[in-house]
């Protein structure tokens, strides 16, 4: 999203997770380490970084990881929990992409 004056605007959770990616980065850690260290699968971590909730297990899991990854960080979780509930609650504005089935039925094979 860009604003009034032409500037890119990263989305509340995106920015949730560049700050997450930041504070790992600064610590000098990957995310395998953060992974072994929380014992959350460092696909996760990813996830969470790049501000990807909606493709973590489900909202409890949201929660949980995000205070998990935060508390290794030293990062305030309660400033970002509220923010990650209430983007989560927004109806999604795009459709799921879901394919439509070319044929329900089999030919029929004469012989």
Request: hydrophobic letters at 35%; glycine letters at 6%.
């Amino acid at each position: 999203m860009k604003n009034e004056k032409g500037i890119v605007e990263l989305p509340p959770l995106a920015l949730i997770g560049e700050e997450i990616g930041k504070a790992r980065r600064k610590r000098r850690m990957t995310t395998l380490q953060v992974s072994q260290k929380t014992r959350i699968p460092e696909r996760y971590i990813c996830c969470v970084e790049a501000g990807d909730f909606a493709s973590l297990p489900a909202k409890p899991f949201v929660f949980g990881f995000t205070r998990t990854i935060c508390g290794l960080l030293e990062l305030d979780a309660d400033a970002y929990i509220p923010v990650i509930r209430s983007e989560m609650a927004k109806p999604q504005t795009s459709e799921p992409s879901i394919p439509t089935p070319v044929s329900k039925t089999r030919p029929v094979l004469r012989r």
